[in-house]
């Protein structure tokens, strides 16, 4: 294997182990010495890829969000109605390696650990990759008045936030596989928790 390719296989190793450490831990609670051991390197290694903890945990997230922007973007692209391209969005990351599932938890969980342009920039991919894709797909509902009219960014926020709830533990039991968290989101988003039994 030619130097290079070695050097991009111990850092794809170390941001794996990076990864799986950090949803396990807080950040404060990681060391660099942790994430040599688990990536099967040496500590000069992780220091020669990353100079520091916050570095190498930036570098994950960003690199994170960036692959998931680039997944969502094909929902945005996509034709079809608002709903069907939202399902896609939804069904793409639910279907996620739980790992890269998990991990854009960690945005919320830990901005406030990082100041100054690091904190402003983290925030800023995490708006890109996902709320700003679902409000582009909003707006467009709206536009195609598929739904009322309404701040799409407020939708955004509201659906992203049907998402999260989605992922509890709770939700895991009530609804077991992907596709029935898909239609609860989907039914409680477009149509409301309002019986069709009852009248209005």
């Known amino acids: 294997m030619a130097v290079q390719e070695r050097s991009s296989a111990t850092q794809a190793r170390i941001l794996d182990a990076a990864r799986a450490l ?7 609670d990681v060391t660099m010495e942790q994430v040599a051991t688990t990536a099967q390197a040496t500590k000069g290694a ?4 990353f100079s520091s903890k916050e570095e190498l945990y930036l570098a994950l997230l960003h690199a994170d969000l960036e692959e998931k922007k680039q997944l969502f973007q094909k929902s945005v692209d996509m034709a079809g109605t608002c709903r069907k391209r939202l399902r896609r969005l939804t069904s793409d990351y639910f279907h996620l390696p739980r790992g890269h599932r998990e991990i854009i938890s960690l945005v919320r969980r830990d901005v406030n650990v990082f100041e100054g342009d690091a904190r402003s920039s983290l925030i800023r991919a995490y708006q890109s990759a996902l709320p700003e894709q679902v409000e582009k797909i ?26 999260e709830v989605s992922l509890s533990p709770h939700a895991g039991r009530v609804f077991p596989g992907a596709e029935a968290k898909l239609d609860h989101i989907l039914n409680l988003f477009f149509d409301g928790a309002v019986s069709t039994a009852v009248p209005s």
């Open 138 to 163: 909003l707006r467009d509902g709206v536009e195609a008045k598929e739904i009322e009219a309404a701040d799409p960014r407020l939708l955004s926020w509201s659906f992203v936030a049907l998402v």
């Open 46 to 49: 992780v220091y020669h890829h």
């Open 22 to 28: 950090f949803l396990e831990r807080n950040f404060a």
